[in-house]
């Protein structure tokens, strides 16, 4: 049963606090780099998202809270007045195509490069990702992040409850605290990456505490109801290794159930895994399943629907899927009619620029 005690299908329509959902299909976050080279989002952005209004919500990409926490070459940010003016012009066009949108903002510690952001990365604890970052001049090795200091960890937490002020403020229904896939929430809970031995780390108690204190200050600032979270339990990407998952989410998950936030979203949730059951019972409020699909390796020829409709079964409020919105404007269409979907391009043109890959998957003809 999900939260509203009942089991429905992917084209019904939802509540997300105070948003009524046309259909339980959300699109997933994606970084595709086409920010202008300081993060500012421009026309293009605008027309990609607009193309994808009828989604029951899109999350926006991964977009940098400040300076230091940039991952990639052009990716957006939310921490200049500038930026505020270019998502303007996205949501602007995502809500007069009729569409509701949070942007997940994601600060990626160790997962960045002075060679993108001008600045040596931060983290919980010096250790380096073990894999090359992508650069505007290709893949180089990742350096040794600094240790953030106490006072960097608090400078964090307010960078991120004012990128949630501007976020509203650019005309955003919410925010998603991206605590997920190895960035920087995730290399505070992981034991690999947080070799902690202040209130930040050690036990499973000091490993939430950031994303805890991020989250919480991101509700003060904006209101819960408007505030997602986004978590990966178990998932590995970008050198992650927990070796206390199950206590882990359970902890984040009991620690922040009673805070009335919008929602948990879960990646790669598996409904015939025992922790999504734990999540979904820890949890009061709307549940995001990201259905695990096959990956790398492209996704299955109906995007995931069958995937997805396990996941409401099983419990799921909504169902969020990544490549069958990349390659599809007019998914929730598609769906709707049983026609077939385009598949996904190209390794994503994601370093590309321009509108190949981005703008131009077509809808069908109307
Ligand atoms: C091109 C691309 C970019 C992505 N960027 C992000 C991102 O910015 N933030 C995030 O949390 N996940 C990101 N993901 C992961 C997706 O949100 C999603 O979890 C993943 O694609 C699995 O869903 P799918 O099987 O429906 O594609 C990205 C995935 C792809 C394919």
Known sequence: MNSEGTVMDLLSPARLGPLDLPNRLVMAPMTRNRAAADGTPGPLMAAYYAQRATAGLIVAEATTPNAVGRTYPNIPGIYAPEHVAGWRGVTGAVRAAGGRMFLQLQHGGRVGHPANSGLVPLAPSPVALGEPVHTGGGPLPAPVPREMTVRDVQATVADFAAAARNAVAAGFDGVEVHAANGYLLHQFLAGNTNRRTDAYGGTVAGRVRFTVQVVRA????????????????????????????????RTLAGELAGDGLAYLHVVFADPG???????????????????????????????????????????????????????????????????????????????????EGYTDYPALAS
């Not at 059951?277 to 629907?305: F, K, Q, S, T």
């Open 218 to 249: 991101v509700a003060a600032a904006v209101g819960a109801e408007r505030v997602g979270v986004r978590i990966a339990p178990g998932v590995t990407v970008n050198g992650i290794a927990e070796d206390d998952t199950a206590v882990l989410y």
């Open 273 to 355: 895994d025992a922790l999504f059951g734990e999540l979904r019972a820890a949890w009061p409020g709307v549940l995001i399943g990201n259905p695990r699909l096959p990956w790398p390796g492209p996704p299955p020829a109906d995007g995931g629907r069958a995937a997805g409709e396990r996941l409401l079964a099983a419990g799921a409020d909504l169902v969020a899927l990544g490549r069958a919105f990349l390659a599809n404007p007019d998914l929730v269409e598609r769906l709707r009619t049983g026609a077939p979907l385009n598949p996904v391009r190209d390794r994503y043109l994601m370093y590309t620029g321009g509108a």
